[in-house]
């Protein structure tokens, strides 16, 4: 099929559900796994009130008691379906395929994800797409370039649905750290983009957050509202690493053009005070939010910013409601909602 008939969707467009995956291991939440397992039922509680839930699940037994849990709770257990499938993560962002129209048809994309070329367990997570693709019966593509897999993860790009994508250099470019396709140049990135996603315009940002686990994924630093609106993240205390880097993705999304030529409107989204937890920096982000039918949840951080970002993000989206979810815990696992989860649109 040639490149043109294929578009990847916007967030905001309809949605049949949205993808998540249970986590069956605290590894990735050490010492908070309780917590994290009930901050799951919040946030699987919130989406369900308006889509569906796509649910991996590791074996039956853990089917058995997380339907418990989700009943504790009183899930909408009608809009519940269910994967089963060992993962090594959680992390449907990045693991799971991303789900793209070609033509009147949707088709599951396979971007080989390998544990953000930083992690050597990732075996269970590469068949997420294949069982994703089986579960929604539409065909599943692996995305490949001059005969090579190509690998991208979910996280490091964001659209507008009409051509423009947003993602970092620090996250594709990197010379030397997890370095996911070496000696990829950002003309190769644009020729995947262009077949695979009908992407017509790349906006390139430079560096991500401090602590970010994945090396500059976009959806921690800015993302589109709509078609021609961009929030992004500033630091505002000068002294802080974030500082130097968000100023420098700013400016360079004042001199960005979209598709059509025109300049994007930008929106500035603060960051919560600096999160430490065990002698790490947690890469907290309010543009980790997540945009649902109807409705966009905000991840929060028990910090007096959560506010200022809610109602900035409520002016972004006047026809959905705006959900805080606390990140408190989920953070620890360096990554919230909008990591955690998938869209698949309608």
Request: net charge negative.
């Amino acid at each position: 099929m040639s490149a043109t008939t294929r578009r990847f969707p916007a967030e905001w467009e309809k949605q049949q559900g949205i993808l998540l995956c249970f986590p069956h291991n605290g590894k990735d939440w050490p010492g908070k796994y309780e917590a994290v397992q009930w901050a799951f039922v919040e946030f699987i509680k919130k989406v369900a009130t308006f889509e569906q839930v796509i649910l991996i699940v590791a074996n039956e037994n853990q089917k058995e008691k997380v339907v418990e849990m989700l009943e504790t709770a009183y899930v909408q257990m009608t809009n519940i379906s269910f994967i089963i499938h060992k993962t090594n993560r959680s992390w449907m962002r990045d693991s799971g395929p991303i789900v793209v129209k070609n033509g009147d048809e949707r088709e599951a994309l396979n971007f080989n994800f390998n544990g953000w070329a930083k992690y050597k367990n990732f075996q269970l997570d590469k068949f997420v797409p294949s069982k994703v693709a089986k579960f929604l019966d539409i065909p599943l593509t692996q995305i490949l370039h001059n005969g090579k897999p190509v690998i991208v993860e979910g996280g490091a790009i964001d659209t507008n649905g009409k051509g423009t994508l947003l993602t970092s250099e620090e996250c594709l470019l990197h010379p030397d750290i997890q370095v996911r396709n070496p000696n990829f140049t950002k003309a190769d990135y644009e020729t995947v983009f262009k077949e695979y996603l009908g992407i017509t315009n790349v906006i390139w940002l430079g560096d991500g957050i401090e602590g970010d686990d994945t090396h500059g994924h976009i959806d921690d630093l800015c993302r589109f509202v709509n078609e021609d609106t961009i929030v992004t993240i500033v630091e505002n205390d000068s002294k802080d690493s974030n500082y130097k880097p968000l100023q420098d993705n700013l400016k360079r999304l004042q001199s960005a053009k979209l598709e059509n030529g025109k300049s994007p409107k930008i929106v500035v989204l603060p960051m919560p005070k600096r999160l430490d937890f065990d002698e790490l920096r947690l890469p907290a982000s309010y543009a980790n939010f997540l945009i649902l039918n109807n409705c966009v949840l905000v991840p929060t951080f028990n910090d007096a910013n959560d506010r200022i970002a809610l109602n900035i993000l409520a002016g972004c989206f006047p026809n959905r409601e705006i959900i805080g979810i606390s990140a408190i815990d989920l953070i620890w696992g360096f990554g919230t909602l909008h990591c955690l989860s998938q869209q698949i649109p309608e």
